[in-house]
DNA sequence: TTATGTTGTACTCATCCTGAGATGAACTCA
DNA sequence: TGAGTTCATCTCAGGATGAGTACAACATAA
C-alpha cells in the first residue's frame, strides 16, 4: 500500500500541501565498472564542495520529480542514472555506447545520517561498460576519472582500509564494494561478461574479463572448454582476430555474445569455497 | 556524489527551504511469504479508499522521513518494513517473531504515474516468515489475510491474467513478481528456506518448503543426500518429530538450521533450462 | 635463419555431482 | 493382519569439473 488512503484522490490532491511534510530528497548513484588494461576500473569525480570536498564519489545526483516547482518533466530512475553518467562523462545517453550499455539497479540506501546534510534516499545503480574514452569533469564534479578499484583499498566489510589516499564521500564505499561483489557474482550465472567487451572478442579477452572481476587466474583449457560448452554463452564469427600486442601465439578466433540470458550450468569462482560463512 | 555541493554545509541548511522542491514521497513495501498448507502465501491488505479501494495491495507506507514538522524520529528503512509488517499483522515489531524473521531489500520501484496521487518511490522488502496466526486487519487497511499465491494468476510478465477475483493495486503485481522470482533464487544457494520453518524442522519439511517455492515436486531421496551433503545447511538435533497428521512411516528426524550462509554446491532447481533465454 | 618462449586450442583422465531408480524398515489405517 | 505410505539409504550411469598434457601458430631475440 502507498500513501494514505483514508482520503480519496481528488479529496488528497486538493488538501495536499508538500509543506505538511519533512523533505526526503531522493537520488540515484551510479557504480560503472570497465576493464582498462586488464584491470576493473571504476568511474569517480571528484568533488569541490563540502561536505567531503575533496573526496571521491560515485556519479550521481537529483532524480527529476516532476512538478510545478522546478518545471522538470518526471524522470525514471533508470533515466536518471543514465543522464548522471552522460553527464559526467560527456558522452551521448540515447544514441551513443551509455545506450547500450548494461545497467541494473544495485540497491537503495537511506540510513538517517548518510548525508549530513538532511535526509537523502539514494538508489545505486551498476553498469557494465566497454572501454569507454576518459571522461570529462562537469556538472558538480571537479574532476571526474576511471579509478582502478584495487587502488581504493576496500575491504570485506565495505569500509576502505587506513591510509588509502583515495578516499570515497558518504557511504559509497559500501555501495562501491556491493556493487563488486554484485558483478562477481552476476559473471557466474549470466553472460553478462561480454558487456565490458565490445562488439566481438576472443575468447582469451573474456576470460581476462572475469580475472579482473574476480581477481584470480583461470585455467585457459578449462575455461575455453567450458565458454563453449554453455549454449547460447557466445557464438562464433568465423573470424580470427588481428590485433596486436601479444607476445606470440597463433591469433585467436573472434565471438560475438549468444542469445542466452542466463549460464546454464554456470561459471563458478573457484574462491567461493572460503567465503561460505 | 549526492545532493548539490555548490553550497557548503552550513550555507545550504541556511539557504534549504523544501518549498523549492517539488515534493517526492517514499515509502516501503513488504512482500512477506510464509508457506501454510503446504502452498506459498503472501500476506495482503485490502485497500478501503481510493485510489484502488477494494483492491488487494502489499503491507506498506511511509518513510518517516525525520525533522520538525511531523516531529517524528528519523527511520532507517527495515525498521520502516518492520513496523509496517507489525502495523498489519498485529504482531510485536521488536522482541516477537518479526525481530527474528529474514528481511532482505529486493528493490526500488520508482516510474513517473505509478501512483496516480503524486511521485512516490517505494523500496521493497521481501521477508521470509515461519507460520503465523492470520492478521488482524489495523492502521489503514480495510482487511488482511494471508493469500495463496497461485489465487493471485501472476504471469512472467508481472501482470495479472484476466479473470483474477484478488486485483492488485498500484504495480504490486510486478513488486511481488519480482520478490518470488528472488525467493525462488535464493533459495537455491542459500539455506533460507530454515527461515520458513520453526527452530526445529525435518528433512521433509523442508523438501515441502522447496516444491511450495518452486512449484514442483522434487525427488525425495536426493534431496534427502543434497541437504545433508551441503556443509553447514542443517544440524541434527538427535530427536525425532512425532508431530501426527502423516499418513504412516518412521519418524522423520529432527534438525536445527546450520550456521552457512551460502550453499556449496548450490540446490538448482530441475525446470531452469527452459527459463534460460 | 634458427632458437626460444608464449599463446590459443584441443585432448585426456580421475574425481565429484546429479538424476533416476530400488530397497527395506517404520508407521498408519482399514 | 494386510495394504499402503513415508523416511532413509544405497546403487549406478551420465555429465561436469579440475588438473595436466600436447601441439601448432606466432613473436622476438640470437
Known sequence: MTPDPRRDESEFLANYDPRDYDPVS??????????????????LVRRGNAPYAGMWALPGGFVQAGGPLQGTEAEDLPDAAVRELAEETGLSAKGGVLGRMHLEQLGTYGSPGRDPRMRVISVAYLAFAPEL?????GGDAADAAWVPVDALGLTESGDQRPGTTRRLAFDHARILSD???????????????????????????????YEAVWGEELHAGNFHRKVLSVPGFVESTGETSDRGGRRGGPKP???????????????LRPSREEEIR
Do not use: M, N, Q
Not at 36 to 43: F, I, K, Q, S, Y
Not at 133 to 137: R, S, T
Open 26 to 43: 531522493v537520488t540515484v548513484d551510479v557504480v560503472a565498472l570497465t576493464i582498462r588494461d586488464g584491470a576493473l576500473h571504476v568511474l
Open 133 to 137: 574514452p576518459d571522461p570529462e569533469a
Open 179 to 209: 556493487g563488486l561483489e554484485r558483478a562477481r557474482g552476476k559473471l557466474e550465472y549470466t553472460p553478462l561478461a561480454t558487456a565490458f567487451c565490445g562488439g566481438e572478442f576472443t575468447i582469451p579477452e573474456l576470460r581476462s574479463v
Open 253 to 267: 578466433r573472434l565471438y560475438r555474445p549468444g542469445d542466452a540470458r542466463l549460464l546454464h550450468p554456470a561459471l
